[in-house]
């Protein structure tokens, strides 16, 4: 499995593939976005892909998987999300059960 990876450096944004020197970009975004580009490069190649992108206190904000088409018809598939949205809902969850 290869692994993307979106991480703070210095002012910027880095994504990184496997070690490798990293590309940086001004924005989190378009390091993000650049980071699934990538995946589905690679998960079209055959790869299966890991993205994971933190934010700028090393909290993981968020895990996707890509993996590679299942035939010569298909694209690669991107899944996966937010860790912190997933966080607040278990938060909710757990909030309305104690308040009922």
């Known amino acids: 499995m290869r692994t993307v990876v979106v991480e703070p450096f210095g002012d910027v944004w880095a ?16 390091a993000e976005d ?3 580009t990538v995946a589905e490069r690679l998960a079209a190649a055959g790869d299966h892909v890991e993205i ?3 934010l700028r206190n090393g ?20 899944i996966g999300g937010s860790l912190l949205a ?3 809902a ?7 059960r104690v308040n009922a």
């Open 15 to 30: 994504v990184r593939v496997d070690d490798v020197e990293p590309q940086l970009f001004g924005r989190g975004r378009a």
């Open 34 to 36: 650049v980071a699934k």
């Open 52 to 54: 994971h992108l933190f």
């Open 59 to 78: 909290q993981k904000a968020a895990r996707f998987v890509c993996l590679p088409p299942l035939s010569a018809e298909d694209s690669p598939l991107l």
């Open 86 to 88: 997933q966080a607040a």
């Open 90 to 96: 278990n938060v909710d969850d757990t909030d309305q």
